[in-house]
C-alpha cells in the first residue's frame, strides 16, 4: 500500500462483493462494450494518477481543517502525527453498489492514536470510515457493544459495577483529549479518497514547522479500476461469469518521501501472511522508499510480535502469552514509545545537521 506494503489484493481483500453471475459493464471487466481503456499495464506513476483522477469534494474543507489543526498545535509547541487506518475500498461502479474491501477493522491504528496522544501527540487520525477510533473502540463494533456493559433500574440507567473503573478511565482520556483539542479525526472510504487525502495533508504539513510523524497503519488497496474504465452503473448480471482487470495503485510512499514531506519521520506497515516473505519484503520496502522506519507483521500474529525495520537494523516487539492473554496489554502500548523514542532521537540528530522540520 502506501507504505510501500502493497501487499496483493490477493491477501488484503476479501472476495470481492459480487455475485458469480455479474455481467460485464466496462472496459475493465471482459466483454464491455463501453470505450477500450488508455490507460498502460504496470504501476501508472502518482502524478498520472493525480493528473487523471478528480479530487474528491470534500478535499478543500478537510485541508483547511488539517491547516488550522496543525497551525494551533504547532504554536502550542507539541508534535503532529498522522495516523492512518482501517482498509480503503475499490468500487466496481461510479454509482457504487459494490466494491472491492479488505479486512482491517482500524484496531492497530485507533489503539496507537490513543498512545499518541497520551505522550502529549496531536494526532490527525485518517480513518476508515465507520472503521474503530480511539476511546470508542473499547465499547463499539458488535464484540464490544456498550449496551453489554449497562445495565437499567428504576433509577435510571448505570454502568455495571465490574466495568466503571474502566470506563472511568478510558472516559477521563476521551473527555480530556476533546478538551485539549488535540484529535482530528478524517474519514476515506475509498483508494481514492485516501490517496488525495493522504497527499493534501503531506503537502501542508510540510510547509509548517512542526516536528511531524506518519504512521502508516491502514490497509491500502493494491488494485484499483481507473475512472476511465470503470462502470457508471450498477454492473447487470446475465452473462454469466465476470473478470475483473485491475490496474496497480501508483506507489505513494515515494513521492511521500521524496517531494511531499521530505523532511517528516515516516514509519510505513508491511503486512504479509506467508512467515518467509516478510522480512525480505520489509526491508525491500525500506530501502526502496527510503522512509525511517518499516514495521512488519504477520495477518494470524499482528496482535502479539511486530518487527521493526531500520537502516541500522531490526528488532522485535513480542507479547508473552501471559502478557497478551492474561495481562491484555496492547502491542501497540510498547510500538508507540518506542517509535516516540526513535522520533526523539531523529528530530536531535538532525536538528544538530540543521535539515529536519
Ligand atoms: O486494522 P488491523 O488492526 O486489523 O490491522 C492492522 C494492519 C495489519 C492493517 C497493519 O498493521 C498493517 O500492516 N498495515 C499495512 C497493511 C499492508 O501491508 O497493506
Redesign the pocket.
Known sequence: ?V?G???THH??NREPVLHPASAPAAAAISGASTPASTSSPGPVSAEAYFASHVAPKSLPENAEKIRAFVDRHMHEGRRVVLVT???TTVPLETLTVRFID????????A?SAEYFLEQGYAVIFMHRQF??QPYSRHYSHTKNCFLEFMEADEDGIHVMPTYVEKMRSILGKYRETQKAGTLLSLEFVTVHDYLFLLREAAQIISKMDVHAMYY?????S?FFIPADKMAEHKIQSGDGLLNLSMDQVPKILKPLVNDWTPKAFII?????TDEALLPMKSRQALKRYGHQIV???L?TT??RV?HLIDMEGESEIRLTAEEDEVQHIEIESRIVPELIQRHSEWIEACGKRGECG
Open positions: 500500500p507504505n506494503a502493497l501487499a491477501h488484503l487506518s482501517g482498509g479488505n479486512f482491517s477493522a482500524g484496531t492497530r491504528g489503539t472503521s474503530l502508516l497503519a491502514a490497509a491500502v493494491d510505513s506497515f508491511k503486512l504479509e514495521i512488519g507483521n495477518l499482528r496482535k511486530v
